[in-house]
């Protein structure tokens, strides 16, 4: 019998695969991965959940190097070290899906301040300006001119930018999507926590410098589509940009519509997770010029909740199926198959 290992958080995927492990009698425990001897204590099992999160410093720590290791001694671990190695890290992605001629947007790094100020010389503008880790756009700003990107590539050598923005950062977004007086309330007694935790997160990481990343700009997207693939099926949602903004993701904006989903993000999602033998990732596309969907980051993690109002999956051969959207059962039942 399969005996599998569990790291529980709130508001991760590990509610979900507690769940799962419970209605088909699967014989699981619940275990803490930040133990120094999770190694040994990690022996007895056949699989190990972890669903690590990028704004948790403790994690970017050891999560890599443990993932490896206990792969080393043959135990199947989600994410796996081929699904994570780059997660949270748009200059790992931006090397991998080069590798493998992905439609990636194309993307510039320089890890010396003269490489980049003599390309901003000779290249065009707009570009979009990245930290390699961070969501909700939070990190993710508009070059218009030579000028601004000159200024992003002056902090990016000299004192460097916080991972996490200030409370009021995006402050019109969060005023939007505020639904109830209730919202409000919440709010107000959450902030507190808020602000300690991204005054904290800034500190343990320390400040993002010695490199500059820029994407070309694609013009006159009013949405991304974000794809999940998760072995042979995969999802999708279109989320709407903040008004007079580029930018798409974080805004709460989304539409469950399969007929709003362009179906070559499928197709595209499909090739790029089975030639780089992901388990789940998702993929974040604008549309150039021809219409082609073009990748813009990827990630193995995701806020569960987002994704329970999608009214089905297309399989390998693009054939649509209703089905209720579970991303941690469907990771957890992948990894069983798989592992039979
Ligand atoms: N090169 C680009 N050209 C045009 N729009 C872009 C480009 N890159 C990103 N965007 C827009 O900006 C948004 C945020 O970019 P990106 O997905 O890279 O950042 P993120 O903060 O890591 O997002 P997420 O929360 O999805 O992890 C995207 O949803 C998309 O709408
Ligand atoms: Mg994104």
């Known amino acids: 019998m399969i005996k599998v290992a569990i790291h529980h958080r709130v508001d991760s995927f590990s509610s979900g695969w507690i769940d799962y492990c419970k209605k088909n009698s699967i ?22 959940l972890w669903h690590w999160n990028h704004s948790d410093s403790k994690d970017l720590l050891f999560a890599r190097q443990l993932i490896l290791s206990l792969e080393n001694m043959n135990i199947t671990v989600f994410p796996d070290s081929k699904t994570s190695w780059h997660f949270d890290d748009k200059v790992g992605q931006k090397y991998l899906l080069e590798s493998i001629d992905a439609p990636l947007v194309s993307s510039y790094v ?19 300006f990245k930290l ?50 209730k919202n409000i309330v919440d709010k107000l007694f959450r902030a507190p926590k808020i602000l300690k935790s991204i005054y ?6 320390g400040k993002e410098r010695g490199y500059v990343y820029f994407q070309d700009f694609i013009p006159n997207n009013r949405f991304d589509i974000r794809v999940i693939v998760i072995g042979d099926k995969a999802f999708a949602i279109k989320r709407v940009c ?51 969907p073009m990748v813009v980051e990827m990630s193995y993690g995701f806020t569960n909740e987002a994704y329970f109002k999608c009214d089905g999956v297309w399989t390998k051969d693009f054939e649509w199926i209703d089905e209720k959207v579970d991303p941690p059962k469907m990771i957890l039942e992948q990894l069983i198959k798989n592992f039979k």
């Open 27 to 48: 014989d699981y425990e619940i275990v803490d991965p930040y133990q120094s001897n999770i190694v040994n204590k990690l022996k007895n099992f056949d699989i190990f």
């Open 110 to 128: 320089f890890y010396t301040k003269e490489e980049a100020l003599n390309w901003c010389d000779k290249t065009t503008f707009p570009k979009v």
């Open 242 to 292: 903040r008004e007079n903004d580029f930018r798409a993701s974080g805004s709460g904006l989304i539409i469950y519509d399969k007929k709003e989903i362009n179906i070559e993000c499928i197709k595209t999602s499909f090739l790029i997770s089975e030639k780089l033998n992901f388990q789940c990732m998702t993929y974040d596309f604008v549309f150039d010029k021809n219409n082609k």
């Open 132 to 181: 390699r880790g961070g969501a909700g756009s939070h990190n993710v700003k508009l070059a218009k001119t030579k000028y601004q990107a000159i200024e992003f590539i002056n902090i990016a050598f000299g004192k460097g930018f916080n991972n996490f923005p200030s409370y009021t950062s995006d402050i019109k977004t969060k005023i939007k999507r505020i639904k109830s007086f």
């Open 200 to 205: 904290t997160s800034n500190k343990m990481f």
